[in-house]
T-cell receptor
Framework: GAVVSQHPSWVICKSGTSVKIECRSLDFQATTMFWYRQFPKQSLMLMATSNEGSKATYEQGVEKDKFLINHASLTLSTLTVTSAHPEDSSFYIC???????????FGQGTRLTVV | AQSVTQPDIHITVSEGASLELRCNYSYGATPYLFWYVQSPGQGLQLLLKYFSGDTLVQGIKGFEAEFKRSQSSFNLRKPSVHWSDAAEYFCAVGAGSGGYQKVTFGTGTKLQVIP
């Protein structure tokens, strides 16, 4: 079964509103989680590294005030898209790394549509 | 920083034919390499991974990949393609840092299977 649960799977919101996406590690305490974004017909780009107990680390070009990341506990990270615009419409997916010598586990992804 | 190149954006093969998807990586140290598959509107599924040892790696669904250090390649192969293999395939390289894998994805190859 899934070891990373991401919620919601899809969401439609109006421009200007905020949307929160949750990523839960079901069987592993994760001090670090990753958030990726995938625009239509493009690859997955790392947005930020979520760090439990400290601030997230954002990749170059990602607005930290727009994409708020909170690593509330060792099993939960949230990504909040604030003041959403249509250009924020994308597929957002989280991953939970499980160690240096094993692969990370990915959530199911969240398809966000801003209208 | 690591990077991944997938030279083929789109590939069409006949059902039952063999398949090879190309992947080249750039990384200064020993890479950790992955192939993921993404069906339309879905999340990522890990097909196979290479961390060390035998350079020919077997994965799920009959896929295999061969790590060639001299060519910086990790090509994915399948001897006989099934219609259900139609999807997008991503090669990825992981950099072991801070005790976990930070993954960079290639641009993806979309596979179309024709009867």
């Amino acid at each position: 079964g899934a070891v990373v649960s991401q919620h919601p799977s899809w969401v439609i919101c109006k421009s200007g509103t905020s949307v929160k996406i949750e990523c839960r590690s079901l069987d592993f305490q994760a001090t670090t989680m990753f958030w990726y974004r995938q625009f239509p017909k493009q690859s997955l780009m790392l947005m930020a590294t979520s760090n439990e107990g400290s601030k997230a680390t954002y990749e170059q070009g990602v607005e930290k005030d727009k994409f708020l990341i909170n690593h509330a506990s060792l099993t939960l990270s949230t990504l909040t898209v604030t003041s959403a615009h249509p250009e924020d419409s994308s597929f957002y997916i989280c991953s939970v790394p499980r160690g240096r010598y094993t692969e990370a586990f990915f959530g199911q992804g969240t398809r966000l549509t801003v209208v | 920083a690591q990077s991944v190149t997938q030279p083929d954006i789109h590939i069409t093969v006949s059902e039952g034919a063999s398949l090879e998807l190309r992947c080249n990586y750039s990384y200064g140290a020993t890479p950790y390499l992955f192939w993921y598959v993404q069906s339309p509107g879905q999340g990522l599924q890990l097909l196979l991974k290479y961390f060390s040892g035998d350079t020919l790696v077997q994965g799920i669904k009959g896929f295999e990949a061969e790590f060639k250090r001299s060519q910086s390649s990790f090509n994915l192969r399948k001897p006989s393609v099934h219609w259900s293999d139609a999807a997008e395939y991503f090669c990825a390289v992981g950099a072991g840092s801070g005790g976990y894998q930070k993954v960079t994805f290639g641009t993806g190859t979309k596979l179309q299977v024709i009867p």
